[in-house]
């Protein structure tokens, strides 16, 4: 199968478990991008983090931010951020779960939440039960998802994720997603990688994700990012 583009998660993947990033994925990704493989940025992270490493990588196939709640690509949509959920039931939720949680709100919510768009951020200092007990009596608790990310709790429009946005990204670009390597590790990857071609979890990646993939790299971290590429996308 020729790779026509590889799409990689940000933290626990090409970063390690402190959010460093690894050399080794760096190398790879740009060594793909050498070769016309453009490289797509998919992350639960704001989209101004996102971009900064998208922008520092060298990657030219774009971005996903926020599990999928909006997406970037240069020269795309007036290069202008395309929002993809309904942000009335974030806004909403957002408001409920202030008046529901109280001081534990402020105590345990994401400092990056004033960045964000499309999703409310909690840090892992909170149970997720603590959350879904918040939310029983919200009206619009159907349209929402709660993602564990590995780092954090992910409040969400369910009817977007990463794997629909970044089919949207591809199909807008002319990338067939049957021809597209995914790069996870975590809960909320699996959308994505269930819509590509070849689906990769690195070696530190959840058991779940691991059995829903094509390839299971040897090695964790960027390192297994690194190895993926070059089996599949550099042979």
């Given amino acids: 199968m020729k790779i026509e583009g590889i799409a990689v998660d940000i933290d626990g993947t090409i970063t390690d478990d402190t959010r460093k990033i690894c050399i080794s994925a760096i190398e790879s990704l740009r ?24 922008v ?30 309904n942000s009335e039931y974030i806004e909403k939720a957002d408001l409920h779960l202030k008046e529901k949680l109280g001081e534990n709100y402020n105590k345990h919510a994401s400092h990056d939440n004033n960045y964000r768009a499309t999703e409310i951020v909690f840090y892992k200092t909170i149970q997720r039960k603590a959350i879904e007990d918040a939310l029983k009596d919200y009206e619009f608790l159907d349209e929402l998802e709660i993602y ?27 990338i067939s997603m049957e021809n ?36 299971v790299c040897k090695n964790n971290f960027g390192d297994g990012v690194a190895e993926a590429i070059y089996k599949f996308a550099l042979r």
């Fill in 31 to 54: 060594a793909a991008e050498e070769k016309g493989i453009p490289t797509i940025i998919v992350t639960g992270n704001v989209v101004n983090y996102a971009y900064a490493a998208e």
């Fill in 56 to 85: 520092l990588i060298g990657c030219s196939g774009g971005l996903v931010a926020e599990n999928g709640g909006m997406i970037f690509k240069e020269g795309y949509n007036n290069n202008s951020v395309e929002i993809l959920v």
């Fill in 148 to 174: 564990d990310s590995g780092f954090a709790l992910h409040v969400t429009d369910k009817r977007v994720n990463k794997g629909s946005s970044l089919r949207r990204l591809c199909e807008k670009n002319g």
């Fill in 180 to 215: 597209v390597m995914a790069i996870g590790d975590s809960e909320n990857d699996e959308e994505f990688l269930k819509e590509a071609g070849i689906k990769i979890a690195v070696g530190n990646a959840d058991d779940s994700l691991k059995e829903k993939s094509t390839y």
